[in-house]
């Protein structure tokens, strides 16, 4: 059974341009969260998406967006990436919303902006 | 691959010995608390969760404590072995929980 898949792994990107991340939920989940953890630091919580819809999201710009398609996969995208962007980006997946419902972590895409 | 623990404080241990890790946790309504360990170049691993009713639940080899009067975390692990070295963040959670809030993390080491 495949956990949480992420992709890409790794990926550079230049100041001002867009960029897309993809996470594929473990099976049976159907809520997907993601979260940015910058060098040395614990994950922050970007946002949730539940039946494709935004659900809860953290202090992150606009500039942060995604989207859950309905078999539960689903996209961050930044717009006008900015050098403080770099990090690693998680995406988490569980039943029902709750983090007490099998909360499980991909391994992350690394974006680093030059 | 690349380290997770850069910068972040380093609890260093023999193997063998307990470890001992504590985190302050921000939010006095947090209700639900999980410890995690992160490798490099991996996400985080559940260990072990607490519900704020309990001040102390144990796993295999690990045990969580808490105390909700000073909003005080840790986790103990006994017996302490080489892959046990890794980063370890708390989390604390409310409400619906919707979503984690981690704490700053600290690098375990542990010496042959």
């Known amino acids: 059974d495949a956990g949480v898949t992420q992709s890409p792994t790794h990926l550079i990107k230049t100041r001002g341009q867009q960029v897309t991340l993809r996470c594929s939920p473990k099976?049976?989940?159907?809520?997907v969260s993601w979260y940015q953890q910058a060098l040395g630091q614990g994950p922050q919580f970007i946002f949730q998406?539940?039946?494709?819809?935004?659900?809860q999201r953290g202090n992150f710009p606009d500039r942060f967006s995604g989207h859950q398609f309905p078999n539960y996969s689903s996209e961050l995208n930044v717009n006008a990436l900015l050098l403080g962007d770099s990090a690693l980006y998680l995406c988490?997946?569980?039943?029902?919303?709750?983090?007490?419902?099998?909360?499980?972590f991909g391994s992350g895409t690394r974006l680093t902006v030059v | 691959g690349e380290s997770v623990g850069l910068h972040l404080p380093t609890l260093s241990v023999q193997e063998g010995d307990n470890s001992i890790i504590n985190c302050a946790y921000s939010?006095?309504?947090?209700?639900?608390f999980i410890w995690y360990k992160q490798e490099s170049g991996k996400g985080p691993q559940f260990i072990i969760d607490?519900?704020?009713?309990?001040d102390k639940r144990q796993g295999q080899r690990v045990t969580v404590l808490l105390n909700k009067t000073v909003k005080h975390l840790s986790l103990q692990i006994a017996a302490t072995q080489p892959g046990d070295s890794a980063v370890y963040f708390c989390?604390?959670?409310?409400?619906?929980?919707?979503?984690?809030?981690f704490g700053a993390g600290t690098r375990l080491a542990v010496h042959p």
């Open positions: 998406y539940y039946e494709e819809e935004e659900r």
């Open positions: 989390a604390e959670t409310s409400g619906g929980y919707n979503k984690l809030i």
């Open positions: 988490a997946s569980s039943r029902d919303q709750g983090v007490n419902y099998g909360y499980t």
């Open positions: 939010n006095s309504a947090s209700d639900y």
């Open positions: 099976s049976g989940h159907d809520t």
């Open positions: 607490i519900r704020s009713n309990m």
